[in-house]
């Protein structure tokens, strides 16, 4: 019980007396986007050529973004083709990237700030991983926001505004 109450506590000791979180806002160097961050997140080494922002709090939960060029011809509506893979193809993808216990909360598309967005909500072991993918002038972004599962509700409402702020200037 012990182990699983300091994160718990670290969390709820930084929402400030009205209750939210401060947010900065964060912007991308590989494409022309931002999106808004709790202020306790701190930029963590990138590994990896496409990663273009990564952070992080003191317990591990984290913000990463991935920038990629869009194969010839991609175009925003190819979404709807990620929304349509089964979820036993997507669980073999993520395995094959060395996830396990891996089980498909939710997927499909949504709008957020005018994009069209492929969402995908998922589980591995003990993590919740909160993924979106947008496909604009030829640049895919993917947002990745990971926590603990056993905080993944008080997490919910800090990742849905980090992935709603996911704007391209």
């Known amino acids: 019980m012990k ?7 670290c969390f709820f000791s930084i929402i400030d007396s009205h209750g939210q979180i401060p947010f900065i806002t964060v912007h991308g160097s590989k494409a022309n986007y931002s999106i808004t961050i709790p202020e306790d997140y701190v930029p963590k080494t990138i590994v990896g050529s496409n990663v273009d922002l990564k952070y992080a709090n003191e317990v591990g939960a984290s913000i990463v973004t991935v920038v990629t060029k869009a194969p010839y011809g991609a175009k925003e ?13 997507l669980i073999s ?7 396990e216990n891996i089980a498909i909360i939710n997927k499909g598309l949504r709008q957020i700030n005018g994009v069209t967005s492929y969402f995908a909500y998922y589980r591995s072991k003990v993590l919740y991983h909160h993924v979106i993918t947008q496909l604009v002038n030829g640049v895919i972004v993917s947002l990745t ?10 997490y919910l409402p800090y990742i849905n505004r980090v ?7």
């Open 3 to 9: 182990k699983y109450l300091f994160p718990l506590v």
């Open 77 to 89: 509506s190819d979404l709807q083709q990620l929304a349509n893979t089964p979820n036993s193809q």
């Open 93 to 99: 993808q993520l395995e094959s990237t060395g996830l």
């Open 145 to 154: 926001c990971t926590c603990d599962y056993q905080f993944k509700d008080s």
């Open 163 to 169: 992935a709603n702020s996911l704007e391209w200037k």
